[in-house]
């Protein structure tokens, strides 16, 4: 799990002797507060997230991922994790793909829940990472999110519905429909094989049909290719710990002052 940071005003009222302990209490809560709110404002996002996100533009989730948890006067800044999320049940866990970029250990890109389906049913080797095809004869099935261009959850969910139905036999070659990705068979490839006299890529490939009658023709035409896992890497050589930490640096004090003379005006 991602190592999460704390800070601890204990140690930092010691040098706070202008006013009674009390109230350096209650102002290092505010400031603390403050902070944590501080962290999620977009302008102060944007200076962790060339660490947190990288390739393509994140997915909301994703930019959600840094959590605040305050007890009095100590607050934990980090990724969420099963513990911090509301459902953990829900998704994969922010701080467990982001660990390569936070924690400095593996650099493979986070095995997707759609990556683990493909693995558990057989369809796709480990070292594999299936890559879309927005261009091919399949176009008009791999549709984009619009907020980061990787293909819709729906298209994922039906490539997995057609992989099943044509592995369980529900669908066959008499299946033509151009509907749906699930209206016709979809087969994957582990390895580069002759499949009909023609040689395939390791890939997803959906069964396409042009024409009508006798002079209909069917091919494959490929949802993804399998290439090797890649390799994610930091768009800065700082570190979220270091950056959380420089902006504690920056503003925790100044805002525990502020706090502080504002509860020494409010009492005159």
């Known amino acids: 799990m991602v190592n999460k940071l704390t800070f601890d005003f204990a140690q930092i009222g010691k040098q706070l002797t202008f006013f009674e302990q009390s109230k350096a209490k209650f102002a290092g809560k505010r400031a603390l507060t403050r902070f944590g709110r501080d962290l999620k404002k977009k302008d102060i996002k944007e200076q962790y997230e060339k660490v947190l996100f990288i390739g393509k533009k994140a997915v909301r989730f994703t930019t959600n991922s840094t959590f605040t948890l305050q007890k009095g006067l100590r607050m934990k800044v980090g990724v969420k994790d099963e513990v911090a999320m509301d459902n953990p049940t829900k998704g994969n866990p922010a701080a467990k793909y982001l660990f390569p970029v936070l924690g400095g250990g593996s650099r493979q890109a986070y095995e997707t829940l759609f990556i683990q389906h493909l693995q558990r049913g057989n369809y796709m080797n480990d070292g594999q990472y299936p890559e879309a095809v927005f261009d091919g004869l399949a176009k008009r099935f791999m549709k984009r999110k619009a907020s980061n261009g990787r293909p ?10 057609a992989l099943g139905k044509t592995k ?34 390791a890939g997803i490939y959906r069964q396409i049909t042009q024409g009508r009658g006798k002079k209909s023709k069917v091919f494959l035409a490929p949802l993804f290719m399998y290439k090797d896992v890649p390799n994610v890497g930091r768009k800065t050589t700082e570190t979220f710990e270091s950056i959380v930490t420089k902006l504690a640096r920056q503003k925790i004090g100044r805002l525990w002052i502020e706090e502080a003379k504002m509860l020494a005006r409010t009492n005159q």
């Open 152 to 161: 819709t959850n729906t298209v994922l969910q039906n490539t997995l519905i």
């Open 168 to 201: 369980d036999g529900s669908l066959t070659r008499r299946n033509r429909g151009n509907a749906r990705i699930q209206d016709a068979r979809v087969i994957a490839f582990k390895e580069d094989k002759v499949y009909k006299n023609k040689t395939y890529r």
